[in-house]
């Protein structure tokens, strides 16, 4: 192990001594008379990059890389995971002839065999290495920042540093897929992909940080669990010059059509366009110098992947690498049958049909409890639903087969308005760009009164518990979006001087605080609400739990891959310009009923079989409920216990114990949920070291 005595990285990381005369988050101006021996900035401000690529070294655990700066200013460290080209020459940090130009990329970048073209041919770029990474250089140095990210397509966060001009950045795909997080220590800006990394730098206090814990922040803004450590926002980049002040800058955002605008494509010109758009992304998404497999459930999203890619790799389309056979090979995750939560029987059917692989991840309760603490080491933030613990051991199985690579469904019910708690808003007005037939006005709003008294169910909480903020209704339309979200992501019990140090911490608002003024204009103007609510889920929901507890994390606690044709922007972009009624519309068979993802649906039904073209959407979700006396409830018992929660600091420990074992002889799913959240928060503390919060810290 290397005695250089600097800081972090994850599957990327970066870290600045900062000298700016201003102050950041609170950060106080830098005492430049500390670093005015540079023994002592060596001993005792840098700990060694070492320690903190060893803690995120499941990301990359082929190679380690490290590039220093000759003023030893800055620092860049990765952890290598090989996927494409799998020789010496594609290890990072990577730099350009010059060397003025340095870059850590985490995730992939598609098409890059066309961007390495150009760049030869426009600016005659000398590449070191045939990683699909390596282009991020070349672009920066033709088209300049921010506008390099505008061409980089796929799901990415990455460092650059240009020492020449001094500029420092650090950028986060548009979606949010590949984590990344900063914070400022001691005049230096840290960034790493996971949390953990930080825990080996000398100055970074792990703190709860209650406001945007109890203001939902952490799940619907740009907050973590811990104070001052926050996440690049998707779409965004950070920027420093000359090692002055940190400004954290947006290159990307979506938008949708305007509401009042008529579209006069056909359904049929739609359909097929869904279709090529999906099946560019997927294609793209096949290549690789290792392993690709397909990650497939009960649902139209995964199966539609599954169906695709095969077709493709009938066509001839390659699946990974050159030692990789012609069949495809899919994975899911079984739960007990008698759950009401398992779906491998009918992704073992369609896996029949495609006459594919099928291998399944057996989940019962006892497999839950063992695992629940080490995948939320890895997952960083508490969540009130177990499923994360599926995707966790179904990486380990993926792992055990020698794949690198695995597609996923995730982002297409955001897209495509797949979810129920849609409907609502999908119905709170008229769809004007809709040429075809449109739902009377009468039934329009009938359907509407029957579909919000519907929607706290499919939450997980209760009905009294939806709470309605006219403050944010008046700012997002009147959409029922935020209050849903809010309402089924538990709440806690919080102890009493939290509201009393924070006040009122309605996280509806939350929603409202994460978004800009253009922004809201459009909410107000130009969209329709339901593009409101899948903006809204998309930005907040998406990134923030989903892409992270069921993707990224989970996938990379085994040195996964996961890649999400779904959320290839060239898609998304062009359904998100699609009319509300192409993707929700009342089902001719069932009347009262609405179809989910109709173009999706009607794009995919080549590729699928009649069973998943004809069946509703069903979430991915662990079990909710467990008996008493089993491994769930033993374990709960383990964690949650009035000592531990009393060391938390912010949530009622009094009675806890109690309410443990009421709940579960009551099979109270609500408050079950609250539980996993709290039991996670313990391990959380004790992993991290976290002292307890007091009103003071808060």
């Known amino acids: 192990m290397s005695d250089r005595p600097f800081g972090p990285h994850v599957q990327l990381q970066a870290i600045l001594k900062i000298s700016w005369s201003g102050d950041v988050r609170g950060t106080p101006p830098l005492q430049i008379e500390l670093w005015s021996s540079y023994l002592f900035l060596a001993l005792m401000i840098f700990p060694r990059l070492d320690d903190s690529l060893a803690l995120i070294r499941h ?63 426009k600016q005659n770029y000398t590449f070191k290495s045939r990683s699909d990474c390596e282009v991020v250089l070349a672009l920066y140095k033709y088209y300049g920042a921010p506008s390099f990210l505008f061409h980089l397509r ?145 649902g139209l999203d995964s199966s539609f992947v599954a169906g695709m890619s095969n077709q493709l790799i009938k066509e001839g389309e390659k699946l990974g690498g050159d030692d990789v056979t012609d069949r495809l090979s899919c994975f899911g995750v079984g739960f007990d049958e008698d759950s009401g939560f398992d779906e491998s029987a009918i992704a073992e059917r369609t896996a029949q049909h495609l006459g594919v692989r099928f291998y399944k991840k057996s989940m019962n309760e006892q497999s839950l409890a063992d695992q629940l603490e080490d995948a939320t080491w890895h997952g960083e933030q508490p969540s009130p639903d177990l499923n994360f613990i599926g995707i966790y051991a179904l990486s380990e199985l993926v792992r055990e087969q020698g794949f690198r690579v695995l597609l996923n469904g995730q982002g297409s019910d955001e897209i495509f308005g797949g979810y129920s708690i849609f409907l609502p808003d999908f119905l709170r007005e008229p769809d004007l760009t809709f040429t075809g037939p449109r739902i009377p006005e009468s039934e329009r709003r009938e359907a509407l009164g029957a579909a919000e008294k519907a929607a706290p169910l499919y939450t997980l909480t209760r009905p009294d518990k939806l709470l309605i903020s006219p403050l944010a209704c008046q700012q997002l339309n009147n959409t029922i979006m935020a209050s849903m979200i809010a309402s089924a992501s538990t709440s806690l019990a919080f102890s009493p001087w939290v509201p009393e140090t924070h006040g009122n911490c309605d996280q509806q608002l939350t929603f409202c605080d994460t978004i800009n003024g253009s922004t809201i204009s459009k909410i107000q103007q130009k969209w329709h609400p339901l593009h409101t609510a899948e903006y809204l889920f998309t930005t907040t929901t998406l990134p923030n739990w989903l892409l992270g507890h069921l993707g990224d994390r989970g996938e990379m606690a085994h040195s996964i891959e996961g890649r999400t044709p779904f959320l290839d922007h060239k898609l998304t972009e062009y359904v998100n310009g699609l009319p509300p009624s192409m993707k929700i519309r009342p089902d001719p068979h069932h009347p009262g009923t609405f179809l989910e993802k109709w173009v999706l649906r009607e794009a995919a039904k080549p590729f699928i079989t009649e069973e998943i073209y004809t069946r509703k959407k069903h979430p991915y979700s662990a079990p909710v409920l467990y008996p008493v006396g089993g491994p769930i409830h033993r374990l709960m018992k383990r964690l949650i216990t009035e000592e531990s929660v009393e060391g938390l600091g912010f949530l009622v420990s009094e009675g806890i114990e109690e309410r443990v074992e009421r709940c579960f002889g009551e099979q109270d799913r609500v408050t079950m949920r609250e539980l996993f959240m709290v039991a996670q928060f313990v391990v959380l503390g004790r992993a991290f070291g976290v002292p307890k919060a007091v009103p003071r810290s808060g």
């Not at 002839?97 to 150009?118: C, M, S």
């Not at 792990?206 to 952490?218: K, L, M, N, Q, Y």
């Open 154 to 298: 796929g799901e990415f966060s990455l460092c650059l540093y240009d020492s020449e001009r001094q500029i420092f950045m650090a950028a986060r795909d548009r979606y949010g897929i590949k984590p990344l997080f900063w914070t400022v220590a001691e005049g230096r800006l840290l960034v790493a992909a996971e949390i953990k990394a930080f825990k080996s730098i000398a100055g970074v206090k792990f703190e709860w940080d209650v406001r945007s814990i109890a203001d939902g922040s952490t799940n619907f803004g740009y907050a973590t669990t811990f104070k001052n450590i926050e996440k690049v926002r998707p779409g965004h980049y950070l920027v420093c010059r000359s090692f002055g002040p940190i400004s954290q800058l947006e290159y990307w955002n979506s938008d949708y059509a305007d509401k009042t605008v008529e579209d006069n494509r056909s359904e049929d010109e739609v359909i097929e366009d869904v279709r090529k758009h999906l099946r560019e992304a997927i294609r793209l998404r096949l290549r690789a110098d290792v392993k690709v497999g397909i990650s497939l459930s009960g």
């Open 59 to 121: 990301r990359g655990p082929d190679s380690t890389g490290q590039w220093i700066s000759p003023d030893e200013r800055v620092a860049l460290g990765h952890v290598r995971l090989e996927i494409n080209d799998l020789s010496p020459a594609g290890a990072q940090p990577f730099s350009d002839v010059e060397d003025t130009v340095h870059a850590v990329v985490n995730g992939e970048i598609y098409d890059y065999d066309r961007l390495r073209e150009e760049m030869v041919e």
